[in-house]
C-alpha cells in the first residue's frame, strides 16, 4: 500500500466517521453519590496521578503501534500492559465517583483500545471498507466515554467539550499509527508529540473538574 493510498483512505474514513457519529449517546451512566469518601489529597496531586495514568495510556498505545507495524513478538506483552492501564485509571475515579462507575469507565476504556485493533488491521491491509467500519465503531465508543464523563460532572465536562476532547484523542491517534505504517518517521514522531500534549491537557481538565465537583475532599 503507498503512501498516497493510505492518506486518501484515512480521509474518507474520517469523513465517513464524522457523518455518521454526531448522534450517538451513551448508556452507561456514572453516580458521585455512590463514591465512599476518598481520603483528602491535593489538587497537585491528583493532578500529577491522572497526568501519570494518560501518559501511561498514550505511551503504551504507541508500544503497540510500533510492534504492531513492526510484526514485533513483544505485541501481546505491550496490548496487556496497554489494557491494564483501563483498570488503572477506572480504578483512579472510583474514590470519587464509586466503585461501579471505575468499573464502567475500565469497560468502555478496554473497548476504546480494543477497537483500535481492527483501525490498525484495515489500515495496514489497505481495507478501504473495513477501515470506515472500524472507524465508525470507535468513534462510537468514544462517543459513550465522553457521554458517561459529561454525566458524572456536567457542569465541569459539558457533553460537547469531553466529544470535542476524544475526537481530538483518535484523530492524533489515528494520525500516528497511520504515520508509522507508513514509515513517515519524522511525522510519525511529530504525531506523538501532538497526542501526548493533548492527553496532559486531557488529564488536566479532568483533574480540574474533579476538584472544582467535590473541593471538599481536597486539601488546601
Known amino acids: ?58 505511551t ?3 508500544m503497540v503501534i510500533v510492534s504492531f507495524a513492526a510484526d514485533l513478538p513483544d505485541l501481546r506483552v505491550a496490548e496487556a500492559r496497554l489494557l491494564r492501564n483501563q483498570a488503572d485509571i477506572g480504578n483512579a475515579i472510583k474514590p470519587y465517583y464509586g466503585a461501579a462507575a471505575g468499573n464502567a469507565l475500565t469497560k468502555l476504556l478496554r473497548a476504546h483500545i480494543l477497537g483500535a485493533v481492527p483501525v490498525l488491521e484495515a489500515a495496514k491491509a489497505g481495507r478501504k471498507a473495513a477501515l470506515a ?3 465508525k ?30 475526537h481530538r484523542h483518535l484523530e492524533l491517534t489515528t494520525r500516528e499509527a497511520v504515520a508509522r505504517l507508513g514509515a513517515r518517521w519524522s511525522a510519525d514522531v511529530a504525531a506523538y508529540d501532538a497526542v501526548h500534549r493533548e492527553i496532559l491537557e486531557m488529564a488536566d481538565m479532568l483533574a480540574d473538574g474533579i476538584v472544582a465537583q467535590l473541593p471538599e475532599r481536597f486539601a488546601a
Open 60 to 62: 503504551w498505545t504507541r
Open 133 to 135: 467500519r472500524a472507524l
Open 1 to 58: 500500500m503507498t503512501l498516497r493510498t493510505t492518506r486518501r483512505l484515512l480521509a474518507l474514513a474520517l469523513a465517513t466517521v464524522a457523518a455518521t457519529t454526531a448522534g450517538t449517546t451513551a448508556g452507561a451512566t456514572a453516580r458521585s453519590d455512590a463514591a465512599p469518601q476518598a481520603a483528602r489529597t491535593t489538587p497537585a496531586a491528583l493532578d500529577q496521578a491522572l497526568r501519570k495514568l494518560w501518559e501511561d495510556h498514550v
Open 137 to 166: 465503531a470507535w468513534y462510537a465508543n468514544a462517543d459513550q466515554i465522553a457521554a458517561f464523563l459529561s454525566h458524572a460532572n456536567p457542569a465541569h465536562w459539558p457533553l460537547a467539550t469531553m466529544r470535542q476532547m476524544m
